[in-house]
Structures are given as structure tokens and as C-alpha cells.
T-cell receptor
């Protein structure tokens, strides 16, 4: 089955700096890669996703890049703010080109230092 | 639109008991997936239901089961509870648009098994 590795497990950055979280996946058939943000006591919130037919997607301060050849994808957050502090999860899926049966990374605890 | 709702939010049970958790998807979403989240194993896929049929299943023992009703609401049941079943159980509903599927999570039910 699919295996997703996520690094780093903890990331501390100064407010205003950029943060990058990286994930690798094992199944070359995977074609959908979402990123979720989870705050304490809440469920994961979808922040951005990318499908295998594109290499990059951007939404304001958040961007995701996908390298299918190397089987890795990354989350980039620019101009970080205190409210960006949370646990971030990457995931991958190869089910029907859709989002069910997501395989998640172990998460990255992002800490924004004031 | 209201988000995914899960009830109850917190639950305490003892070993050997059984438990039923409920999930109401976002209006118009017909697919519901369940995940287990623990500190050690992270987020793991349990199963997915679409139009009252189980469409995909993760690698969990038969003590974990689910069902979906005609209004898309879903329940999951865990029988003969074990200490290791203590976890946050998350439900996600999926929207299919343009042939692409996106998953949105509820706040979860935190289950503690004593």
C-alpha cells in the first residue's frame, strides 16, 4: 500500500519568515495530494490540494509543489503569522482519482515565534 | 452551509463494551469516510461509504464496522472495546465536482477506553 513520509516533525520559524514542509510518497499511482491544518481540539481543515496533472498551485500565502518523478510534494507558507501555528498533515490517494482512503503523513508541528 | 457534524464529541467507555459514533455530512455530500487518529499511529483510514454501500476499507479488524443511511448520515460501531481503541475518530464527507473529489473533516469524537 501507499506510504507517506513527512518532514520535519517540528518546525519553528520567526513570524514573517517562510516555512516549508516536505512529503514523499511510495505509490506512483497516487494522483491526489491534499494538505490539512489541524488546530488543538479541532478536526483537520483542508488548506490546499494538488492533483497529478499540475506541478504547482498557489492560494495567497500558501503554495504546494509536486514532483511526480521524484514522488515528493511540498507545502510552502510565506509571511508566516501567529495563526499559522498548528499541526500540518500531508496526504496522498490513488483511489479512483479521488480523495477517499487518504494515506497521511505523521504531521508537522509548526510553531511561529513572535 | 453547515460543516460536518459528529456526535457525541466525547465518550468514555470500559473495555469490552461497544460504542456507536454518528456523523452527518455536509448537505449534498454523498460520501462519508472514517479515520482513526492516535498519537502513535497518526491518521489512519477506516472505511468509506457511498450511497449506503461500503466502497473502501482500511486495515482494521472486524470489530470496526459502519453503515450509511439513505440521507447520507453515517454511523461507525466498535465492538468489544480495547484500551488501544482510545483515539480521536474523525468523519470526513466528500464533494465530487467536475469528476474530482475533496474531503472535509468534522471535529471528531474523542473516545477514551478505560
Amino acid at each position: 500500500g501507499e506510504n507517506v513520509e513527512q518532514h520535519p516533525s517540528t518546525l519553528s520559524v520567526q513570524e514573517g519568515d517562510s516555512a516549508v514542509i516536505k512529503c514523499t510518497y511510495s505509490d506512483s499511482a497516487s494522483n491526489y495530494f491534499p494538505w490539512y491544518k489541524q488546530e488543538l481540539g479541532k478536526g483537520p481543515q483542508l488548506i490546499i490540494d494538488i492533483r497529478s496533472n499540475v506541478g504547482e498551485k498557489k492560494d495567497q500565502r500558501i503554495a504546494v509543489t509536486l514532483n511526480k518523478t521524484a514522488k515528493h510534494f511540498s507545502l510552502h507558507i510565506t509571511e508566516t503569522q501567529p495563526e499559522d501555528s498548528a499541526v500540518y498533515f500531508c496526504a496522498a490517494s490513488n483511489k479512483r482519482g479521488g480523495a477517499d482512503g487518504l494515506t497521511f503523513g505523521k504531521g508537522t508541528h509548526l510553531i511561529i515565534q513572535p | 452551509k453547515a460543516g460536518v457534524t459528529q456526535t457525541p464529541r466525547y465518550l468514555i467507555k470500559t473495555r469490552g463494551q461497544q460504542v456507536t459514533l454518528s456523523c452527518s455530512p455536509i448537505s449534498g455530500h454523498r460520501s462519508v469516510s472514517w479515520y482513526q487518529q492516535t498519537p502513535g499511529q497518526g491518521l489512519q483510514f477506516l472505511f468509506e461509504y457511498f450511497s449506503e454501500t461500503q466502497r473502501n476499507k482500511g486495515n482494521f479488524p472486524g470489530r470496526f464496522s459502519g453503515r450509511q443511511f439513505s440521507n447520507s448520515r453515517s454511523e461507525m460501531n466498535v465492538s468489544t472495546l480495547e484500551l488501544g481503541d482510545s483515539a480521536l475518530y474523525l468523519c470526513a464527507s466528500s464533494l465530487v465536482a467536475g469528476g474530482e473529489e475533496t474531503q472535509y473533516f468534522g471535529p471528531g469524537t474523542r473516545l477514551l477506553v478505560l
